[in-house]
């Protein structure tokens, strides 16, 4: 089985353009096949902030009203997307931007409300086609998601980029090695929040259990693990979360 690696890049990176270029460099360093997811939140906040448009959040996750929708469709899955695969073309990379709805790829449903909350237009994946996406990659496209799907019925929706990487890295399992790299701001899962060389280098099962009832995880980095144990569980080979100026898969914290 040939090896696959799936890098998704969260927003504060994509923000700041030196971190961005390295990333990119890296990035087409990478032997082999692979696929890069990106966020673009911060990015979105600002635009949607210019046009007078407020954001909303509940818990880290965006509210998506029709405004913000029309924001995010066209900031993730234009300005974004496109700049990424503009650059990694210039790095000899032959990168093409999908969302999900782009040969339906990644199906989802706009997300029941939870807690008496409306989220909006946010999705929920139902479906990733790995063999359409398998297709795709074996004629030398090397994919760039952006973090919109579709529900089948004409409507884009908002979905999480971190479930998407993991979505992606699920439906790819069946045809090749995975290992899928979330790439952030910090070195790894710290032991303590406060320091930055505190890295967990190795978090099973047992592990994920323990430091959520103590309290060594929590906010933001609980659903990044939640994704890394459903992508392991369903067959990923590994998943890495680490610096991201350091996606060679050797650094940071490994999930087994």
Known sequence: MEKITIVKVGGAVVEDPLQLSQLLKDFAAIDGYKVLVHGGGRRATKIAASLGIESKMVNGR?????????????????????????RLQA????ALGLTGADMDVIRSHKRP??????????????????????????????PVMAPLTHDGKGNILNTNADTIASETAKALAPYYKVTLIYSFEKKGVLSNPEDDDSVIPVITHDDFARYKADGTVAGGMLPKLENAFAAIDAGVKEVVITLATAIDGKHGTMIK
């Open 91 to 94: 790095l000899g990379v032959n």
């Open 62 to 86: 965006r509210i998506t009203d029709k405004d913000m929708l029309e924001v995010v469709t066209m900031v993730y899955g234009g300005l974004v997307n496109k700049n990424i695969v503009a």
């Open 113 to 142: 409300l939870k807690d008496g909350i409306d989220f909006g237009y946010v999705g929920d994946v139902d479906h990733v086609d790995g063999k359409r996406l398998s297709q795709l990659i074996q004629l030398g496209v090397i």
